[in-house]
């Protein structure tokens, strides 16, 4: 997986409650990204970072908030979690603004 | 603006036999086109990418896929499917003149293979 890493793997969590997703890298890509896969819709960007404190919003992009305070970390906040926020979310890292490598994804259920 | 189109959302063959996966996409640019595949509770794993060189292009697995201007499609190939084949395979477009966020994915196709 091109040397990207997500934790946790699996979460439940209850409505309302914050929830915080990691991504790490190892590769020292100036991109990162955050999406979610859900059925039918394939997959959604929520935000992404072109640098170190850069970041900006996706498709997808409200009830969400994400950090990056150093090259290798990405990280990914549900501020309040609701049910709608339930899905697999995947991290991507690039280097240019082309293919992307993916991370193995995190399966997150909000009661 | 660009979009991407998969045409079936599933795709089911027997092993041994050609596999077809079909993507039409819309660009105002000069595309970069992508093929990725996702096997069950798995991240997406780039299969093959065109990006303005020679339009058939070779990846992995024995998969291919030709770029078509004129039809603008990129449709993907494979002469006789294995049944580690079986998997959720997205096309993925983006313009050179997009930004970081610039890749827009299909919805992707189920491949099944029939043993």
């Known amino acids: 997986d091109a040397g990207i890493t997500q934790s946790p793997r699996h979460k439940v969590t209850e409505t309302g409650t914050p929830v915080t997703l990691r991504c790490h890298q190892t590769e020292n890509h100036r991109y990162m990204y955050w999406y979610r896969q859900d059925p039918g819709h394939g997959l959604r960007l929520i935000h992404y970072s072109y640098g170190v404190k850069d970041t900006d919003k996706g498709e997808v992009s409200d009830g969400y908030s994400v950090s990056r305070s150093k090259t290798e970390d990405f990280l990914l906040t549900l501020e309040s979690a609701t049910s709608s926020q339930t899905s697999v979310y995947f991290c991507?890292?690039?280097?240019?603004?082309?293919?992307?490598?993916f991370g193995p994804g995190t399966r997150l259920t909000v009661l | 603006a660009q979009s991407v189109t998969q045409l079936d959302s599933h795709v089911s063959v027997s092993e041994g036999t050609p596999v077809l996966l079909r993507c039409n996409y819309s660009s105002s640019y000069s595309p970069s086109l992508f093929w990725y595949v996702q096997h069950p509770n798995k991240g997406l794993q780039l299969l093959l990418k065109y990006t303005s060189a020679a339009t058939l292009v070779k990846g992995i697995n024995g998969f291919e896929a030709e770029f078509k201007k004129s039809e603008t499609s990129f449709h993907l190939t494979k002469p006789s499917a294995h049944m580690s084949d079986a998997a959720e395979y997205f096309c993925?477009?983006?313009?050179?003149?997009?930004?970081?966020?610039?890749?827009?994915f299909g919805k992707g196709t189920h491949l099944i293979i029939q043993p």
């Open positions: 991507a890292i690039s280097e240019g603004q082309h293919e992307q490598f």
């Open positions: 993925v477009v983006s313009d050179e003149g997009g930004g970081a966020d610039g890749l827009t």
